[in-house]
């Protein structure tokens, strides 16, 4: 599984980071992947990560 944020949509609310700190980091104010790809074990919260930003920045691809 892959994912990425879209840092022009982010309004750096940091929800996603809370959310799946294995996966997101906040970098400038706005969150970023700290890897493209997603740990199996991180999955499941990097998916209620996506889901519950309220901007739908993050983009999976399984
Ligand atoms: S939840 Fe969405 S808007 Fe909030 S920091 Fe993460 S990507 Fe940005």
Do not use: H, Q, W, Y
Not at 18 to 41: H, L, N, R
Not at 48 to 60: L, R, Y
Request: hydrophobic share 35%; charged share 30%; proline share 8%.
């Amino acid at each position: 599984m892959k994912v990425s944020v879209d840092a022009d949509t982010c309004t750096g609310c940091e929800l996603c980071v809370d959310t799946c700190p294995d996966v997101f980091e906040m970098k400038d104010g706005v969150a970023a992947a700290k890897s493209p790809v997603v740990p199996p074990s991180a999955e499941d919260a990097c998916r209620d990560a996506a889901g519950n930003c309220p901007v739908e920045a993050i983009k999976i691809e399984e």
